[in-house]
């Protein structure tokens, strides 16, 4: 077989591509070796498309992918086009450091190539010496400095301030100030190229690295500028969860005799039907009504709660929504109808911000939507259940969680908090069926994921 | 794994024997393809890998399909996707009628067939001398994807808006979309006698899973540009006036740029082509285009959208078609 050449250039890429983002199994990059081997690296066009056929396979890969294969080929030209240059080093003869220096490519020194400025060497050169340091392995900003002087170091940088040193003391300053511009020069070049293979490389992990880190960070802790990454994150997160909790209800659908399956079953017996096989019963998906504390530290909290939850939408079968502080107002209109943004900005005027009651709130839920509460609900209160030493009403939780399905209880302190000053927690906690921490993505994805899969 | 580097034998090889082979022959018969198009065709072809095409509705996803099949002389096998689409109506079924007749028939041969036999030992060892038809292609009722494989000479299948489909569907297919076989648990594998040309069509309802798309190459068909468009409507309507074609393809590129609910797309396009062919209409003006928007446009909010625009856009239409305002 005659993939063997073929396969370093495609290998790089492969690598390139997946840091960009893209998701490229083994199978699919056997795949785009043998499709170049029908289709061969002839015309570029082609090749895009052809690459882009087998490994891109949503369209926000094939953006990507767009984007990381034009990066890509453009680095790639640069080297090529010094390579069919490189016969003008032939022509180059040497010129007074000949033997001295060591390195570099087409074994001449790094000074002597710089002071005939032989651009398409010194290209070759720094491309070799790139590869030598494993410049596809690089992951952070911070590490282009080591890459750089990793590839300078390779091409024979110290060999080269050596042979300026011994010209500046042979009496020929004026050459070697001008070695010296160069190597200035080729500083600049080698920091360029270590950003390019950069931005080609690690581009994805960086990216994937902030994530990892935001999904764990304290969501109250936020800062203003990661808001929006939030928002992306917590939309992708709940896309996943809703699509794998909608398909499953979706398949049970369905409530009646399988004739087929039962005739099937009963061909033993002449067709007459001894045993009968049912389809599956259908599933009820959740039907959620969440109560937000929207008080000081725990809004933070709460914003992030009903983003996810209405992403979750098709998953869930009906959730309303209730914000409470010093008092309770139902908050499902303004969240179905404007952005979630703007919504959460309402709904904070409307009622945010003063200090939380805890049992006056429950008492307004009791008065105006005890009712709706059903033995399918799930209440999910988030809140610290601080009351500022206000009647916690536990007599209502009672009630309540006689009435509905389950009562999880969301706090965004620490453990160890729960309890102390005017928290209220320990008093409620009998009356839930889950208490617990959460103030980050993960606890968030963690509780909703056990919310649809109980359902399930 | 069959070897990617032989072209199949036969007509298919010399028609798609290159990818500008792939374009022409796709256009004699009506397809102008884009060349990223023809690209997947002919790699699908030579690779032997099925072709998961995604787009809005109708950029000629489903028209690709039959195009192909008309190029290269196959038949074409349609298998339209729905949610509770399950093995028996896209695979096989057995013939329940048929097979309780047969033991009817049994019931009433058996004594005649194993009336000599003394013990029951021996006469079970008659009926072992019968063949097992029961369970046997005898009572295989084909269904789409059993009949794609058993063409002699090929064919061209097309699984038509699979993200309809169930998820399970999704992984039974599988087997058939990366060995071009399928498994009857009562009869074994049955390979497919010569490869067939698999097309999926999606419009992205919903997600498809990562297995189905790693045995896929994945087009995606969009918009076409002004000049692929045109070339479409000559092919397709070709009663109709080069200037006014022009005028008629930039207006739609424009309102394609307006934000409605549902964008016009080729279909439409060619559509509206037809009409106005049908009106002996010369060149757009306002009135036209108001008149005959509904053919375009399918959603009462677009119109109106539209409707406001129709003057600046016909004149942008003129101006980009180079005709005098």
């Given amino acids: 077989m005659n993939t063997a050449p073929a396969s370093e250039p495609l290998r790089q890429f492969l690598q390139a591509a997946r840091s960009a983002g893209i998701r490229v199994s083994a199978a699919e990059g056997i795949d785009a070796a043998r499709a170049l081997q029908v289709i061969g690296y002839g015309d570029r066009t082609v090749l895009k498309d052809t690459l882009s056929l087998v490994l891109a396979k949503t369209p926000d890969e094939k953006h990507l992918f767009d984007e990381c294969f034009d990066l890509y080929f453009r680095r790639d030209e640069l080297a090529r086009s010094d390579e069919t240059n490189s016969d003008i080093e032939a022509r180059v003869t040497s010129n007074g450091f000949g033997g001295e220096g060591l390195g570099g490519g087409g074994g001449r020194s790094l000074a002597q190539m710089l002071m005939d400025d032989d651009r398409a060497s010194l290209a070759t050169a720094m491309e070799d010496a790139a590869r030598d340091s494993g410049i596809q392995n690089i992951r952070f900003f911070t590490q282009r400095n080591l890459y750089a002087r990793r590839i300078l170091d390779r091409m024979g940088l110290r060999q080269a301030e050596r042979d300026m040193e011994t010209l500046r003391k042979d009496g020929d300053p004026a050459t070697a100030d001008q070695l010296e511009n160069r190597i200035e020069a080729l500083r600049d070049q080698a920091r360029d190229m270590v950003e390019r293979n950069l931005l080609l490389f690690a581009r994805g992990e960086t990216e994937k690295f902030r994530e990892e880190l935001l999904k764990s960070a304290r969501l109250t802790n936020l800062e203003r500028r990661d808001l929006e990454r939030m928002r992306v994150l917590v939309r992708a997160m709940a896309k996943r969860l809703a699509a794998r909790y909608a398909k499953t209800r979706r398949r049970r659908l369905r409530g009646h005799l399988d004739v087929r399956r039962t005739l099937r079953k009963n061909m033993g017996w002449g067709g007459i039907p001894f045993v009968t096989v049912w389809k599956q019963k259908r599933i009820e998906k959740p039907r959620v009504m969440v109560l937000c504390d929207v008080s000081g530290s725990v809004a933070a909290m709460a914003q992030f709660l009903l983003m996810f939850l209405y992403a979750l939408n098709e998953a869930l079968k009906d959730i309303r929504s209730f914000a409470f502080a010093g008092s309770l107002i139902e908050v499902s209109d303004i969240l179905e109808s404007e952005p979630i943004e703007i919504a959460i900005a309402k709904i904070m005027q409307a009622i945010g911000f003063g200090s939380s009651n805890y049992g006056n709130s429950l008492a307004d839920f009791e008065d105006g939507w005890e009712r709706y509460v059903t033995s399918k609900t799930t209440i999910i209160i988030l809140g610290d259940a601080r009351g500022n030493r206000t009647d916690p009403r536990t007599d209502i939780m009672q009630r309540l969680s006689h009435r509905a399905k389950r009562i ?8 160890a908090a729960w309890g102390t000053g005017d928290s209220d927690m320990f008093r409620y906690a009998p009356y839930c069926d889950v208490v617990t921490v959460c103030n980050t993505l993960r606890h968030l994805e963690r509780v909703v994921a056990d919310l649809l899969k109980d359902a399930a | ?109 058996i004594g005649d067939v194993l009336g000599s036999e003394e013990t029951l030992p021996s006469a079970l060892d008659k009926l072992h001398q019968f063949g097992d038809v029961f369970f046997s292609q005898q009572f295989l009722e084909p269904r789409p994807l059993l009949r794609a494989l058993q063409q002699p000479g090929g064919a061209v299948l097309l699984i038509d808006e699979i993200d309809k489909s169930d998820q399970e569907f999704e992984a039974f297919l599988l087997e058939i979309l990366s060995d071009y076989q399928v498994t009857i648990p009562e009869i074994g594998s049955i390979h497919a006698i010569r490869t067939p040309i698999v097309l999926l069509t999606s419009n992205s309802t919903r997600d498809l899973g990562d297995a189905l798309k790693r045995r896929c190459l994945h087009l995606h068909i969009g918009f076409p540009d002004a000049k692929l468009e045109g070339r479409i409507i000559q092919s397709r309507v070709p009663g109709i006036e080069t200037h006014l074609r022009r005028e008629l393809v930039a207006f739609v590129q424009q309102l394609r740029s307006l934000d409605l609910k549902k964008v016009p797309s080729i279909s439409e396009t060619i559509d509206w082509a037809r009409v106005l062919v049908l009106l002996h209409a010369a060149t757009l003006d306002a009135e036209l285009v108001q008149d005959t928007l509904n053919v375009l446009l399918k959603f009462e909010a677009d119109i109106e959208v539209a409707k406001k625009q129709i003057v600046t856009l016909t004149q942008k239409a003129r101006q980009e078609a180079g005709l005098p305002i």
């Fill in chain 1, 408 to 415: 999880i209880w969301l706090n965004p302190e620490f453990r």
């Fill in chain 2, 1 to 109: 794994m069959p070897d990617a580097g032989v072209a199949p034998a036969g007509t298919a090889a010399c028609k798609f024997g290159s990818i500008d082979g792939v374009e022409q022959s796709l256009a004699s018969v009506g397809y102008i393809p884009s060349r990223q198009i023809a690209t997947a065709v002919y790699l699908a072809q030579h690779l032997e890998k099925p072709i998961l095409v995604e787009g809005p509705a109708g950029v000629g996803k489903t028209e690709l399909a039959k195009s192909v099949a008309t190029c290269l002389e196959l038949p074409l096998i349609r298998m339209q996707c729905y949610e509770g689409l399950d093995e028996a109506k896209a695979l096989y079924e057995w013939k329940y009628g048929k097979q309780l007749l047969y033991t009817q028939i049994l019931k009433d041969k």
